[in-house]
Nanobody
Framework: QVQLVESGGGVVQAGGSLRLSCAASERTFNYYPMGWFRQAPGKEREFIATINWTGSATLYADSVKGRFTISRDNAKSTVYLQMNSLKPEDTAVYYC???????????????????WGQGTQVTVSS
């Protein structure tokens, strides 16, 4: 079973940047579509970005388009989320997730994801 471990969260001022990492425990991860989601207090989990298994295609939520970049390094079994121009409304727990089947495509629906990390807190101060 794939285990995912996020890192890189923290506290940053508005306008700053952070890079989140998500390391997978198995190389089977390399064939899975991956995604990032976030959940703020009192709100539902929100789709942020997804990437196909080769890294050749990505999809973003409108709220982060142009500011966040998802990427992956299959040699390291790691997916990244580069976050620039951060805003206070980006404050949330960020989760990475894997679709547990090797397939083409990009997936925004959290229900399509089989494996989830424990989350990492991102706090953006104004």
């Amino acid at each position: 079973q794939v285990q995912l471990v996020e890192s890189g969260g923290g506290v940053v001022q508005a306008g700053g940047s952070l890079r989140l990492s998500c390391a997978a425990s198995e190389r089977t991860f390399n064939y899975y579509p991956m995604g990032w989601f976030r959940q703020a207090p009192g709100k539902e989990r929100e789709f942020i970005a997804t990437i196909n298994w080769t890294g050749s295609a990505t999809l973003y939520a409108d709220s982060v388009k142009g500011r966040f970049t998802i990427s992956r390094d299959n040699a390291k079994s790691t997916v990244y989320l580069q976050m620039n121009s951060l805003k206070p409304e980006d404050t949330a727990v960020y989760y990475c997730a894997a679709v547990g089947v090797s397939q083409w495509g990009l997936f925004e629906d959290a229900a399509r994801y089989d494996y989830w990390g424990q989350g990492t807190q991102v706090t953006v101060s104004s």
